[in-house]
């Protein structure tokens, strides 16, 4: 009897074992591809528009895919590919050597307090450096697609707003090096503002310059001729456009990208970081 009753006891306990210690489950696969963008979205007309300038309206569903790393597709490939052909190197394309390449050339040029920023990210005051992600990706296709990026190198911008489980973006772009925020957006992005949606950032591309020309359509001087740019440390006049909007209606970050590595920062760096006066 005493024998049956341990028996008994240690099966009871095997099974009470097994039971509590199910198979580690296997870790969430990285996406197989980036959920794609409306082709023909909503547009918000503007009076005298430049040169292939357009807003467009994206919805979609706010789902994780889109803020998890965007994995290789045959425009990422070929872009990377070409800027390797540029630059000559993976370490060459890395922010470090980018920040630090354009301290070098900006040091004593007319330009020198642009430097402020490169140096807040390469000290680590300010700025987290990650990966494109899906929608970052995505936003900066569309435009790579308008303007081959490398070829003839243009910038868009884009409010990323979230809530009522979706996110919405107004999307902005044109054939230029720069930006222009129309009051026609903000208009759409402040109604949504007061339907429960939050302003979580703003993001914009800083796009390599190759082969330029003082004069030219990349605003080239002597002194920048030999800066290629791709660095994400915003300028002075980004960093004075995100104080007025973080004022305004609640700003909540501001993001960069070069369309391989984004900085974001947080509403809090904003005065961390410099702003032309």
């Known amino acids: 009897m005493r024998f049956g009753l341990s028996f008994l006891l240690a099966l009871l306990a095997t099974a009470c074992h097994t039971a509590a210690a199910p198979a580690p489950s296997k870790p969430e696969p990285p996406p197989a591809v980036c959920p794609s963008l409306a082709e ?40 990377r590919a070409a800027l390797l052909a540029k630059v000559g190197s993976e370490a060459g394309l890395s922010q470090h050597a980018l920040l630090e390449r354009a301290r070098d050339v900006m040091t004593g040029s007319s330009g020198y307090r642009e430097i402020d920023n490169v140096n807040v990210i390469l000290d680590g005051k300010a700025g987290a450096v990650r990966p494109i992600d899906c929608l970052e990706w995505r936003l900066f296709q569309r435009q790579a697609r308008r303007y081959p990026m490398v070829e003839h190198p243009t910038e868009f911008g884009a409010y990323i707003l979230r809530g009522n489980g979706r996110v919405k973006v107004y999307f902005s772009g044109a054939d230029r090096v720069g930006g222009k925020l129309r009051g026609e957006v903000k208009e759409r992005v402040l109604a949504d503002l007061g339907r429960g949606f939050q302003p979580v950032a703003h993001l914009h591309n800083h796009p390599f310059l190759f082969d330029r020309v003082p004069g030219d359509r990349m605003w080239t001087t002597e002194e920048t001729k030999n800066n290629y740019e791709g660095g994400v440390a915003p300028s002075l006049t980004d960093v004075q456009a995100y104080r007025a909007m973080h004022e305004h209606f609640g700003l909540q970050g501001a993001w960069v990208t070069n369309g ?18």
């Open 40 to 79: 023909n979205p909503e547009r918000i007309a503007v009076p005298e528009p430049i040169a292939g300038e357009v807003h467009e309206i994206f919805d979609l569903p706010d789902e994780p895919i889109l803020w998890a790393p965007a994995p290789s597709d045959p425009d990422r490939d070929q872009y």
């Open 260 to 277: 391989l590595d984004t900085a974001h920062f947080t509403a809090a760096e904003f005065d961390v970081l410099s702003a032309r006066e």
